[in-house]
């Protein structure tokens, strides 16, 4: 098993990354300064805590302005270790408005801490601790969310994006 990672700490700068997603697109970090950023990190496409996570975020940012980049509204990221074709699939069957990016490799999921030694059913292995993280428009991390459990997590999300300055 890897060795743990440390979970980067609200005030510390968002580690970069530049992930393809479902159709090979790449987004970075980067690429939204001066935005908020919600970045999400999910286990697998398809399960019942991923699907009912995922098409909450899709609600919350239904609910936006439609131009979410012009009058700065947050731009959502869910990650996983999922391949470009589940992430594909996962998004075609729920209507997703926002990216699925492909981890495979688990390096920004390490740089979040995020990957590691998980225990299920009394057998352990490794993968991603649901964890989500709000980058405010400046990029350093504003709040973080650890061992989400899906019931109220967009709410709470959703409240704590509302006091981020825009």
Request: hydrophobic share 40%; aromatic share 10%.
């Amino acid at each position: 098993m890897s060795e743990p990672h440390r979970l980067v700490e609200p005030g510390e700068t968002a580690p970069a990354f530049a992930l393809p997603d479902a159709v090979g697109a790449v987004h970075a970090l980067s690429d939204f300064q001066g935005r908020p950023v919600i970045l999400y990190f999910y286990p697998r496409d398809s399960t019942p805590g991923c699907t009912k996570q995922a098409c909450g975020f899709r609600d919350l940012l239904a609910e936006s302005s439609q131009d979410r980049e012009a009058d700065g509204s947050a731009a959502v990221f869910g990650i996983s270790p999922d391949n470009a074709k589940a992430h594909a699939k996962f998004a075609a069957k729920h209507a997703l408005n926002f990216p699925l990016l492909v981890d495979s490799e688990q390096h920004t999921a390490r740089a979040y801490g995020v990957w590691g030694e998980k225990k299920m059913y009394g057998k352990t292995f490794e993968g991603i601790a649901r964890t989500t993280y709000l980058i405010d428009p400046v990029g350093r991390v504003a709040h973080r969310w650890d061992k989400v459990k899906v019931a109220g997590h967009i709410e709470e999300v959703a409240a704590a994006l509302a006091t981020l300055p825009r």
